[in-house]
């Protein structure tokens, strides 16, 4: 995993069940992976440490190189200086990351092969989806920090993914954020049997009294 404490498998799947959604509010908001991504296998989620591959400008060299580094359970980030519509991943190379064992991949440029990513079954989020090729030309680097919708990824860091797109936990932060998730859906659970009694959230959050308070602090005007 590129070093570092080892996690607890179960922690890592428990965080892809809670969701990207529920672990980035409770890590205080950090982490986003703040682009639009295409998730390919639809319902996937998955959680896994982070394989990193920083790819040369429209090519994937890195791509062929990276497989072999691929430990399972890992999730394969596929990232270039500059994101653009050109085709990182088909068939062929998501075949080897699957053999690999990876839990997933997630490329911040395009793939192609579509209907055969589904068939295959690997868990892949995109930002695009186009037929444009790569060249195998440009040397890149393996195992390196990557930025990733503004978020840097580092090999390790946890990386969940969803159907509301994608956040990345810090390592040495795993067990903090799990245990903020799991309290946050505590309060979830509740709130809900609440909405579900009729009672409503402009309430329960005291909203309706910042609301009007606001309104009735306004100074009043005089035509």
Avoid at 181 to 208: F, I, P
Wanted: glycine share 10%.
């Amino acid at each position: 995993m590129g070093g570092g404490k080892l996690m607890n498998a179960n922690d890592i799947i428990r965080l892809s069940e809670l969701g990207a959604a529920t672990v980035y509010e409770a890590s205080g908001r950090e982490g986003l992976i703040d682009i639009p991504l295409i998730q390919i296998i639809p319902n996937s989620r998955v959680a896994g440490p982070a394989r990193t591959a920083l790819c040369g400008q429209d090519d994937n060299l890195m791509v062929h190189a990276i497989i072999e580094h691929i430990q399972p359970g890992e999730v394969l980030v596929l990232a270039m200086l500059e994101s653009a519509p050109v085709a990182l991943i088909g068939e062929l190379l998501a075949t080897q990351v699957k053999v690999r064992g990876a839990a997933g991949i997630l490329v911040d440029a395009s793939v192609r092969d579509v209907n055969e990513l589904v068939e295959l079954g690997l868990p892949i989020w995109t930002r695009f989806v186009r037929v444009r090729g790569a060249t195998k030309t440009k040397i890149g680097e393996l195992n390196t920090k990557v930025t990733v919708g503004g978020t840097e990824i580092a090999v390790g860091d946890i990386v969940v993914l969803d159907a509301d797109g994608g956040v990345c936990v810090k390592r040495e932060r795993v067990e903090e954020v799990l245990q903020a998730s799991e309290e946050r859906l505590t309060k979830e659970n509740a709130l809900r049997k609440k909405l579900m009694a009729g009672q409503t959230s402009y309430d329960l959050h005291g909203l309706r009294d910042f609301v009007e308070g606001i309104k009735n602090d306004k100074p009043r005007t005089h035509s």
